[in-house]
């Protein structure tokens, strides 16, 4: 699975843009598939790495990218 490295310092904003690329293949249903997965799990990782830290980022805005 995805993890996120522990960190010792405090933050104000953690900007997700992990996850497949969308632009270096043509999308077919498979990458389709491929690109929400990767997306999804990255999600996942960083609400836990978020829920697992004392001091919690001031945002956390959604992947668009």
Do not use: C, W, Y
Request: charged share 25%.
């Amino acid at each position: 699975g995805i993890s996120i490295p522990e960190m010792q310092f405090e933050m104000d904003v953690l900007i997700n843009l992990s996850g497949e690329p969308i632009m270096e293949k043509p999308l077919t249903e498979e990458r389709k598939i491929h690109v929400l997965e990767s997306r999804t799990a990255s999600t996942f990782a960083f609400v836990k790495f978020i829920n697992s830290v004392k001091t919690k980022p001031k945002i956390f805005p959604p992947n668009k990218i």
